[in-house]
């Protein structure tokens, strides 16, 4: 049985990853993929109460993030349906490449220090719509934007989600998770972007406007609704530590507060001429087959983790290695291929607090590892799988031509991390 559901998998992940060869959408791979696991999981089982307490554990942790997602990619297209974002471009003066390829990664870095990794991707790349047209450019752009928003999370503890999980845990102090992780996480990215830089020459050429949006909100509602947007965004992880309530729920109340904003805002208006800035606007024009990929690749992993075979990697790695470094270096590796999430779940599982008390060395790299090791492939982070559904990214150029770059920036940090402990 595991062994079938392990090869349903693997096949499901080659199949997504070869997407445009295979001409099947990947949401559709992706969802096939999960069903199958859980019912080779169901015919394989005795108890299918337990498999169905299992799965409905897994589906209220996937619910929150997929309401998550959702709507923070309401609230960043409700923004741009109004225009928002050209305040943020026009204060860009540059049009270098080069240049904007830093201000870009940067700005990421620190913003999904106080968002957190998965917003910090839609928000950038909805922003780099603006500020570039030329395809393959912005798709480098993009590459980065994921590298760094992961970087820029692994030091928080709101930057991520297994960030978060120690920092509730009690494994990690929040401060002293800043002063570990910081100069790793900032050499992760500058590896990478020094590299990048040299990939890229020349002027970015801003996208013209459809002859649709060239009636733009005013001013003053254009800035309103950017300002309360990413005030919002802002205050979800605030409202998470304040109640103890998933950050799903921030947002769902952030949305619905913004959904009240902008209807004041237009209330005077008819409905022809309000429609286009409305939330339900806003909900048609998200990517609701990549909100369905991520609900297919979670499925499919949580069947691993609800059949133990996680844990029992994480065991036998154990067992087998022995050396910390290269144990957290792997599960760093293996969170490329499998969400991070369930991985630090079965670190926290195997290793208590007595053996390694808190800020140990041991929940520190694990941390960083967690957090930067998805950004080597494209589908091994919230952050990625966001801006595959967005650029439609092809898996194999992703591999082709950022992996090494996420790579060396991973094992740099890494590195330097050791070095410094």
């Not at 929150?64 to 943020?88: N, Q, S």
């Not at 291929?337 to 599982?349: E, K, Q, S, T």
Request: glycine share 8%; aromatic share 10%; with cysteine.
């Amino acid at each position: 049985m595991l062994t079938s559901i392990l090869i349903v998998f693997i096949i499901g992940y080659a199949l997504i990853a070869f997407e445009q060869y295979v001409k099947v959408n990947k949401a559709a791979i992706a969802l096939l993929t999960g069903v199958i696991c859980w019912t080779l999981y169901v015919f394989h089982a005795q108890d299918l109460h337990l498999i169905n307490e299992q799965l409905a554990e897994h589906i209220g942790e996937i619910a929150g993030i997929l309401f998550f997602l959702m709507g923070a990619m309401t609230i960043v297209e409700l923004i741009d349906a109004h225009d928002g974002f050209d305040v943020i471009t026009s204060a860009i003066k540059t049009t270098s490449n080069r240049k904007l390829l830093w201000i870009i990664s940067l700005l990421a870095f620190f913003l999904s220090a106080v968002l957190d990794n998965l917003t910090t991707a839609i928000v950038m790349v909805t922003l780099l719509r603006k500020i570039t047209d030329n395809k393959n450019e912005r798709l480098l752009f993009v590459g980065m934007i994921i590298i760094a928003a992961n970087a820029g999370g692994a030091w928080s503890p709101i930057g991520d989600v297994t960030t978060s999980m120690l920092w509730i845990g009690g494994q990690v102090t929040a401060m002293n998770l800043v002063w570990s992780l910081f100069l790793p996480s900032v050499v992760c990215l500058l590896v990478p972007l020094g590299i990048a830089t040299f990939m890229l020459k020349g002027d970015a050429v801003k996208p013209i406007a459809p002859l649709s949006e060239l009636q733009s909100a005013s001013r003053f509602d254009k800035h309103m609704i950017l300002f309360s947007g990413l005030v919002i965004l802002l205050l979800v992880p605030v409202f998470k530590m304040l109640t103890g309530l998933p950050p799903f729920m921030g947002m769902l109340l952030g949305l619905g507060l913004l959904w009240v904003v902008s209807e004041m805002l237009h209330k005077d208006k008819d409905e022809a001429d309000k429609s286009n800035y409305s939330v339900l606007y806003a909900l048609r024009r998200i990517d609701m087959p990549s909100v369905l990929f991520f609900l297919g690749i979670l499925i499919s992993i949580s069947a691993l983790q609800s059949t133990g075979q996680l844990t029992e990697l994480a065991a036998w790695m154990d067992e087998r290695i022995g050396n910390i470094n290269i144990i957290v270096l792997t599960t760093g590796l293996l969170s490329a291929i499998v969400d991070n999430v369930p991985l630090v779940a079965a670190a926290i599982g195997m290793y208590d607090m007595q053996q390694f008390p808190a800020d140990h060395y041991f929940w520190e790299f694990l941390a960083y590892c967690a957090g930067t090791g998805g950004s080597i492939l494209i589908i091994g982070s919230a952050a990625g799988v966001a801006a595959m559904g967005m650029e439609k990214i092809d898996f194999l150029w992703y591999l082709k031509k950022i992996s090494w770059l996420a790579l060396a920036g991973y094992l740099a940090g890494a590195f330097l991390y050791m070095l410094l402990s």
